[in-house]
């Protein structure tokens, strides 16, 4: 899995290690490397032999965000097409964002640095975030008069509360790591040597399971606050008619079926 340029993709024990590669730009996301992502992420959702995925950068940031030089050639565009480009851009990030949030197995963001605009967004896409000790965020769109357009006004919320939220949005101040933590945004923190190995450790304990539940719980849980309590139990029982189904249902069943008879004999 190494025929990109800008990013790498590796596996390791069936964990997926995807890492942005520009760091000369701190990893800014051209539309070069979005479509590598995209193909990158496709490729890691459709290989069931890969049971989880992280996230991180290479050199000192994370990601920087957007790149500049893509916002440049948006302004020099005609008048009467910036609108429509600007529109056509925007389906790219939400395809790539959505393909890292609905991904039917555990993501991990392993944040090795500044994680900022898009790059925090991303961040904030993946199910748990690691943050090593050189890690910061920022929600830095208000400083190019835009606003967060990678997720980040949805899922932002979601771990830090709404207030703390528009707080972080409307200044576009930086987070260091230990602040970070303390709001929600990293569920824990490493430090800059061991943040690949405790991201890959983490990644095995959360994908040792059914890879059918983890997929169909995941799918259910990323609507849980836009879903009634009916609705969710609604999918929930689908979702556990599909489990009832599965190899690793039956087997586990049997096998625990197989023990109890053993020690009764």
Not at 21 to 35: F, L, W, Y
Not at 36 to 50: G, M, N, P, Q, Y
Not at 123 to 134: E, K, L, P, Q, T
Not at 159 to 184: C, H, M, N, W, Y
Request: charged content about 20%.
């Amino acid at each position: 899995m190494t025929d990109f340029n800008l990013i790498q993709l590796d596996v390791r024990d069936g964990i997926a290690v995807l890492t942005l590669n520009r760091p000369e730009k701190r990893n800014a996301i051209s539309d070069d490397m979005r479509t590598e992502l995209i193909t990158a992420l496709e490729r890691v959702t459709a290989d069931r032999a890969i049971r989880a995925l992280v996230l991180t950068g290479a050199g000192k940031g994370f990601c920087a965000g957007g790149d500049v030089a893509g916002m440049q050639r948006r302004m020099d565009a005609p008048p009467g097409e910036v609108g429509f480009n600007g529109w056509t851009r925007q389906q790219r990030v939400h395809h790539s964002v959505g393909l890292l949030h609905n991904m039917p197995k555990p993501t991990i963001a392993a944040v090795n640095g500044g994680a900022n605009g898009l790059g925090a967004d991303m961040a904030m896409a993946c199910d748990f975030v690691i943050a090593s000790d050189a890690a910061s965020f920022t929600w830095s769109y208000i400083h190019r008069g835009l606003i967060p357009d990678g997720g980040g006004m949805y899922f932002l919320p979601r771990r830090t509360g709404l207030p703390a939220a528009k707080e972080l949005i409307f200044s576009g101040r930086k987070v260091d790591a230990a602040e970070a933590q303390k709001l929600g945004i990293a569920d824990r923190l490493s430090s800059p040597e061991t943040l690949i190995g405790d991201a890959l450790t983490w990644a095995a304990e959360l994908s040792h399971g059914s890879p059918t539940a983890l997929a169909l719980g995941k799918s259910i849980l990323n609507q849980t606050f836009e879903l009634t309590a009916d609705q969710v139990f609604g999918q929930g029982s689908q979702a556990q008619g599909i489990c009832y189904t599965s190899a690793e249902h039956r087997e586990s069943v049997l096998a625990f079926l197989a023990k109890t008879a053993a020690a009764k004999g």
